[in-house]
């Protein structure tokens, strides 16, 4: 099943997405440090399985454009490019599936966009308000932020010695020389720390309001930066269906390093036959 290459411009920016497959419509939002290519995993399976999958570079990441203003990746911003680029396409309605940064923005339309959204999918991360009170273990886990947050010294560290403190991030084999090569070029590694850097009130508990659309949390035992408390906590904030599943064993890529398991929860959240073989 091939690929199909798009450039929307949505929001003011050109916009890079992947389309594969045809069907209800599986929005896939990728995080920090990625580009769509992180759902590699994902796509074939959930096309084959009857959905259309669209998989976009977020603002910044990939070949989608990279405006070079810290205020550029403010989350009402990030939310209008979604929202842009589905009414580009022409699409009414999502599937949503958000991991790390792309969480936090599912989560924002899942509550501001609900008519968008179909049902959601969180992983990795739980709602704002839920990671604001999960405690000082949470706050703990999450302090590399304010070193992503001081510009220059981030930079230069996170390239410093062949990247070699990305490279512990992650353990599924070559996923570092993605991130390498595409945080390399001119302004990249900049654009995507500036997420933090532009959102800092994050930390603070959000006035969102109540997520109405079904929503799945999963969260990965390894996973060092995120607490299985900021995730099951989010069913406070959900009204109507909270489905929360545990991975054992895999770390904050779980796309990745537990892509079968993720792959079964996907599909049966949105209640699709599950295809005959997986990866």
């Not at 009130?201 to 996973?223: C, F, T």
Request: charged share 20%.
């Amino acid at each position: 099943m091939v690929d199909e290459s798009l450039m929307v411009h949505a929001n003011g920016i050109h916009i890079h997405a992947t389309t594969t497959g045809q069907g209800p419509v599986i929005l896939l939002l990728h995080g920090f440090p990625d580009t769509h290519l992180v759902w590699r995993k994902q796509v074939p399976v959930l096309a084959s399985a009857g959905f259309r999958v669209l998989a976009p570079d977020l603002r910044g990441y990939g070949r989608t454009d990279a405006p070079p203003q810290v205020l550029d990746y403010t989350l009402d911003k990030l939310r209008a490019d979604v929202l842009g680029l589905l009414d580009a396409l022409h699409i009414d309605k999502v599937h949503l599936v958000g991991h790390d940064w792309g969480g936090i923005i599912g989560w924002q339309l899942a509550a501001l966009a609900p008519e968008r959204i179909e049902r959601f999918v969180a992983m990795s991360t739980g709602h704002p308000s839920a990671i604001a009170h999960a405690g000082v273990l949470q706050h703990l886990r999450m302090s590399y932020i304010p070193f992503f947050c001081m510009p220059g010294i981030a930079e230069h560290t996170l390239r410093a010695a062949d990247w070699f403190a990305l490279r512990q991030f992650t353990s599924e084999p070559g996923q570092a020389e993605f991130w390498k090569r595409d945080l390399d070029p001119p302004g990249r590694l900049t654009a995507a720390l500036n997420y933090y850097r532009a959102n800092m009130k994050l930390a603070l508990p959000q006035s969102l309001p109540r997520v109405k659309v079904p929503v799945m949390g999963i969260w990965s035992d390894r996973d060092p930066a995120l607490g299985e408390k900021q995730m099951r906590d989010s069913a406070h904030y959900v009204d109507g269906e909270f489905r929360f599943e545990r991975i054992r064993d895999a770390d904050h890529w779980l796309q990745l390093t537990a892509h079968e398991r993720v792959n079964t929860l996907l599909l049966d959240f949105f209640a699709a036959k599950k295809p005959q073989s997986t990866f």
